[in-house]
């Protein structure tokens, strides 16, 4: 019989659950909301068994937001171990669901597992470095480094990086409860929210609100750039369904760098240097099924 | 006859030149000033060609500044491509020592070699994802992630990342000719020479210039930790020769991180995660010989 994985998105404000293989193979998809992690947990616990295949599931894959255990010689492995959001830091999310659905189960960030479907199926088929970053309830990056998921000590948590803040232009002190004015205090959709005073999706496409955007992002993808040299960068995430802020944050991605880094990818061609997923809003949950075929092999 | 081999140093101060396999076997050493590329690089090959045993080399490595390009399948492979050191730009580096000494001749960044000796006899030895930064003349990131050195589209060029200028208590505008105030150009050696009016190293260890040069050298591990989660960073070059730099920075990291990381290496043991070169000065040069021992296999 074929193996079929499930796969977990575990995101800061939506749960995306899926049972497939890959993306021209997916047979039941489900999202809910975020809320506390006994209620939502269960909830896509109850998915997987309610699926007539459950019990044919070879290994379930979680992408989860964090900073969570990815150490598989950890004690706390397949924990979220800390978590700006309220009541799900110290939970141990893999244990729960291997526990009652009886399968292997595997865990990485959000990111990671969307890099690896992007990798395996989407916009960086055939590259070997590259960064995914999204941008919506919180900013997150992971990628691919040398061919393997970036991991190391914890695991990458690229949102929390400092960048200048333009206080001439924008007196919003920032909103991460740990470090106030990172890129993600500065740019995830709360610091939107709170700087304009509206859901972000509500401000309209000419807006200032998005040069601003443009300007934090393109410094932290300099930052990115700089550090990690990636062949490719894919922004995702609901902020980055702000298509106009593409082509604003790629010209000032090239303004910051100012010539420095002579690559063409970047100097010529950065329209296809910096891209939305080729798998979509997909990424995370085929990411998440790529997971778990992946670890179970 | 066993293999013997050739290391060159070319930073943007100094140029080192060694023959040799290990720490425990180095043979000749020389060291002199970076003029203009032909003065400079002719000097390395009339060390290698007055050594007696020059004839004996396998191969020659090179661990320079640059931006260099380091990707084997490029037509300007082994060259300095763009330098912000006037006159090195677009230099064959790699085809003048490899025409004029007749042996295979391979070249990285100098920080990725120096990262490749620590990773083989210095302070990075067993971990497999890390990072060396050297801060002198310039400011250079590299390392190793998933156990090879990083590269990606060109390599990293980590001290071009932004950080918070603190303009109340820094008015300098930054010295970098690319980018003004990134991280390069607010604490590298010239950017202190500049503030201050007086060569760094004739600055006392209790003076302003270190608590200020700390805030920065940490806001940039930040980034780094947050992009890459090493499992430890390693700090080099000529102002950190510095020691009083050290304590300021870990508690700086510890203070910017504010414990949302919650590793151990981070949170408590942190002066064994931010370090000096295990292999001191010599990082470089002994970088050079394994990254050509490495190559020529």
Redesign the interface.
């Known amino acids: 019989m074929d193996k079929l994985y499930g796969g977990i998105e575990a995101g800061g404000t939506w749960f995306v659950c899926a049972v497939g293989t890959d993306p021209d193979n997916l047979s039941a998809e489900t999202r809910f909301r975020t809320t506390t992690p006994l209620a939502t947990i269960k909830k896509a616990i109850n998915f997987f068994q309610k699926q007539a295949r459950s019990e044919a599931l070879t290994a379930i894959g979680i992408g989860s937001f964090g900073?969570v255990d990815i150490n598989p010689a950890s004690p706390k492995h397949g924990h979220i171990?800390?978590s700006p959001k309220p009541g799900w830091g110290n939970t141990d999310f893999a244990g729960m669901v291997r526990k009652a659905l009886k399968v292997p189960v595997f865990l990485n960030t959000d990111v990671n597992v969307a890099a690896l479907a992007e990798y395996r199926w989407g916009a960086a088929q055939g590259l070997d470095?590259f960064i995914y970053l999204t941008v919506g309830t919180g900013i997150g990056?992971g990628g691919i480094?040398?061919?393997?998921l970036?991991?190391?000590?914890?695991?990458?948590?690229?949102?929390?990086?400092?960048?200048?803040?333009d206080w001439n232009r924008d007196p919003f002190t920032g909103c991460c409860p740990?470090?106030e004015d990172c890129l993600e205090g500065l740019a995830a959709a709360p610091a939107l929210a709170q700087r304009w005073g509206q859901p972000p999706e509500t401000l309209p496409a000419d807006h200032q609100a998005w040069q601003l955007e443009a300007h934090y992002l393109a410094?932290g993808l300099?930052?990115?750039?700089?550090?990690?040299?990636?062949?490719r960068i894919i922004l995702g995430g609901g902020v980055m369904q702000q298509s106009q802020l593409f082509p604003m944050v790629r010209k000032m991605v090239q303004q910051?760098?100012?010539?420095?880094?002579?690559?063409p990818?970047?100097v010529t061609d950065i329209d296809s240097y910096i891209v939305p997923p080729g798998l979509g809003r997909r990424a995370g949950v085929l990411g998440a099924i790529a997971l778990a075929a992946e670890s179970e092999q």
Not at 145 to 148: A, C, F, K, T
């Open positions: 900073p171990i800390i470095t990056g480094v040398n061919g393997q970036m991991g190391g000590l914890i695991h990458p948590e690229m949102g929390h990086i400092r960048v200048p803040h740990f470090h410094l300099n930052n990115l750039i700089c550090t990690l040299s990636p062949q910051i760098l100012n010539e420095y880094l002579p690559a990818e970047i």
